[in-house]
């Protein structure tokens, strides 16, 4: 195979020179700064990565991304370089480095069969830091003077080598940096054995980079303790489920519970940010300032769990549901019982942060939205626990299928402000909220309820809720269960993203989250803003929502008032395109099928935006095994949906 390649690349180039001629390269190409080395020799352990697409053995490897979309994930996950393979039997072209340049900073190492002058400066002019030179390939003579032009580009180089003969020659040259290729190329066949056979038969003069079959943060952790500097991986990256976690592992990057995001900006990826008025911009300055500074101060913390605790009613139940681990006779069951707090759901755990935010800054009262009622509810709670005004305003419609919730917040000394216009529903809160909260601000703090809204919204709300997802890390660990799926509803997507977070990075479990489908994907009447949306800016921040041709807020609908909404937290835009996790969509009528489910076989009734989740179970059931754990965070219970059931179930 190795010979039909070679043949075939000579055949290539004899080609280049016809239409443009070595001479207009030579003169063309200006010296360059060499980067790879210097980025190989700064890493503890340097992962080069490699942006490849197919192998001629395997054929396609990675359908779900181009070679930017690879080098934007390979960058944020901490390559120290990436690798980009320009040979046409690995769906490679030279133009690649530049596309890969325009998104990263990283050096850049060229990998293709090198047999001819040409390619170095070809490499040159692509923008390439370094090339791969294979030693099998080439004679000592081509060896010498292709690393001496190289040092004259300004390039950097790797010299591959399989065998002992083949180490032998090259350290007889000035190669600084020599790869040892764990693959034969004449036979495809990989064993990472042979970097073990040849390193004690390294003059220790040189950087020693280990090339394919690094599979697992174990291999890399053992060529690291051998001496190795670093590792080439191309297959085991671009096939993984969870590209980014399989990156830091292979990079040996230290373990973060928190994902790093969002940037100083409030971005993630390319969603988040601040598209506010500028009356707002202070206010959120101040909110921002004010949580960078507790948010890792031990007091906060302390002060935080102390009422999550002993008010809240933290750490909730991880329940085996058995019975309904029987109906579908496949994987264990568990639901992480986030109905069991005070208030009667998630949204407790961020109406406590913010509320002694809100006290730490000064603010004498809270707004809010609520949709379903449960943020109502939470922020009425601690508003009036910790001696704060409380205005909440609520859709029409949404007060009208959620009085109960109306009534609690009332009772407990909340302003309930009705909103007519638009849909009467949860985006039409939100933005009466935010125009009070434009001419309130210096006395004013809005809680909000969701992952949503301008920065510091998102990644604020997202850590006071992923409580729920360290919690259910150390439940499982305490209780030895292989967790293969997590799955919660998303609107905003507030409860999902507090399960996910600290799971964002296992690539091993799979994290779904699930929208309101309506009346049906094809209905036009339905909330899935990450399954039928496209990106826009709605609320202050950029991010998946329902808009029309002309960019207008389209309408959302659906059974379930938490989930009434058109658009979706930025951070679970950026998990949607960067594949960290998948999004769903179920319709009303599997979400009320699923609610009757769960009470009958288990006597727990679940809020209708849970039930959205428990809905999925049908779909996802199927496809799992004994021994495998799927989590469903049960974020509300039903009491407030009971009236809602009934009127659709004819009392049924």
């Given amino acids: 195979m190795l010979a039909t390649i070679v043949a075939q690349r000579r055949r290539d180039i004899a080609a280049l020179k016809k239409t443009r001629p070595l001479a207009a390269l030579r003169a063309a190409a200006t010296p360059g700064r060499p980067t790879f080395a210097a980025a190989v020799r700064a890493a503890p352990f340097a992962l080069i990565a490699e942006c490849k697409l197919a192998s001629p053995a395997k054929g396609a490897l990675c359908e779900r991304h181009?070679?930017?979309?690879?080098?934007?994930?390979?960058?944020?996950?901490?390559?120290?370089?990436?690798?980009?393979?320009?040979?046409?039997?690995?769906?490679?072209?030279?133009?690649d480095i530049a596309a890969v340049r325009a998104v990263s900073p990283l050096p850049i190492l060229r990998k293709d069969f090198i047999i001819d002058e040409y390619q170095l400066y070809e490499s040159r002019l692509a923008g390439a830091d370094a090339v791969l030179l294979i030693a099998a390939i080439l004679t000592d003579g081509q060896l010498a003077r292709y690393l001496a032009l190289a040092g004259s580009l300004g390039l950097d180089t790797l010299v591959e080598v399989h065998s002992l003969e083949e180490l032998q020659r090259v350290q007889r040259t000035a190669a600084p940096i020599v790869g040892i290729n764990n693959r034969d190329l004449a036979t495809f066949t990989t064993d990472l054995a042979a970097t073990f056979a040849l390193l004690p038969h390294t003059d220790g003069r040189r950087l020693i980079i280990s090339e394919s079959g690094i599979n697992s943060g174990h291999d890399a952790r053992r060529l690291k303790a051998a001496g190795v500097r670093g590792a080439l991986v191309g297959e085991a990256l671009v096939t993984a489920a969870d590209i980014p976690a399989r990156t830091r592992e292979l990079a040996l990057a230290p373990e973060k519970e928190e994902f790093p995001m969002p940037d100083k900006n409030g971005r993630f990826g390319a969603y988040g940010g601040r598209y506010v008025p500028e009356t707002l911009m202070p206010a959120l300055g101040e909110l921002a300032a004010t949580y960078g500074r507790l948010k890792d101060d031990p007091a906060f913390r302390r002060e935080l769990a102390g009422y999550l605790k002993d008010y809240a009613g933290r750490p909730t139940l991880l329940y085996h549901a058995a019975n309904l681990t029987a109906h579908y006779g496949r994987?264990?069951?568990?639901?992480?019982?986030?109905?069991?707090?005070?208030?009667?759901?998630?949204?407790?755990?961020?109406?406590?942060?913010q509320a002694?935010?809100?006290?730490?800054?000064?603010?004498?009262?809270?707004?809010?939205?609520?949709?379903?009622?449960q943020h109502g509810v939470a922020c009425a709670t601690v508003a009036a626990y910790f001696g704060l005004e409380c205005r909440v305003f609520m859709g029409e419609e949404d007060i009208e299928r959620q009085h109960?919730?109306?009534?609690?917040?009332?009772?407990?000394?909340?302003?309930?402000?009705?909103?007519?216009?638009?849909?009467?529903?949860?985006?039409?809160?939100?933005?009466?909220?935010?125009?009070?909260?434009?001419?309130?601000?210096?006395?004013?703090?809005?809680?909000?309820?969701?992952?949503?809204?301008?920065?510091?919204?998102?990644?604020?709300?997202?850590?006071?809720?992923?409580?729920?997802?360290?919690?259910?890390?150390?439940?499982?660990?305490?209780?030895?269960l292989q967790i293969k799926h997590i799955v919660a509803c998303v609107g905003g997507g507030s409860n999902a993203m507090g399960i996910f977070h600290p799971f964002l990075h296992d690539r091993d479990i799979v994290k779904t989250g699930v929208e309101a489908a309506g009346r049906g994907l094809g209905s036009g009447q339905y909330a899935a803003s990450l399954v039928k949306g496209r990106p826009g800016v709605l609320h202050g921040a950029y991010s998946y929502l329902l808009q029309d041709d002309d960019g207008q807020v389209t309408p959302a609908y659906s059974v379930s008032a938490g989930l009434d909404y058109p658009g979706v937290g930025p951070e679970h835009a950026h998990a949607r395109d960067s594949g960290l996790a998948r999004y769903?969509?179920?319709?009303?009528?599997?979400?009320?099928?699923?609610?009757?489910?769960?009470?009958?076989?288990?006597?727990?009734?679940?809020?209708?935006e849970s039930a959205h989740a428990l809905a999925y179970l049908e779909e996802l059931m199927p496809a799992t095994g004994p021994g495998q754990a799927v989590v469903v965070c049960l974020s509300g219970r039903g009491d407030k949906d009971v009236d809602t059931v009934a009127k659709i179930m004819g009392g049924s």
């Fill in 66 to 95: 181009t070679v930017p979309d690879l080098a934007r994930l390979f960058t944020a996950a901490g390559a120290a370089a990436l690798s980009v393979h320009t040979s046409a039997p690995f769906r490679g072209r030279i133009e």
């Fill in 331 to 353: 994987a264990d069951i568990y639901l992480k019982r986030e109905d069991l707090l005070h208030t009667g759901a998630h949204k407790i755990n961020n109406a406590i942060g």
């Fill in 356 to 373: 002694i935010l809100a006290r730490r800054m000064g603010k004498k009262r809270i707004v809010a939205e609520t949709g379903a009622g």
């Fill in 404 to 480: 109960l919730n109306v009534v609690r917040m009332r009772l407990l000394g909340s302003e309930v402000v009705p909103v007519a216009s638009g849909t009467g529903t949860l985006k039409d809160a939100t933005s009466e909220a935010m125009r009070y909260w434009v001419a309130n601000v210096r006395d004013t703090n809005y809680i909000i309820g969701s992952v949503v809204g301008p920065h510091p919204y998102p990644m604020m709300v997202r850590d006071f809720q992923a409580v729920i997802g360290r919690e259910l890390k150390a439940q499982a660990a305490a209780a030895g």
């Fill in 584 to 608: 769903v969509a179920v319709t009303d009528r599997a979400a009320l099928d699923a609610l009757a489910r769960l009470a009958r076989l288990e006597g727990i009734i679940a809020a209708l």
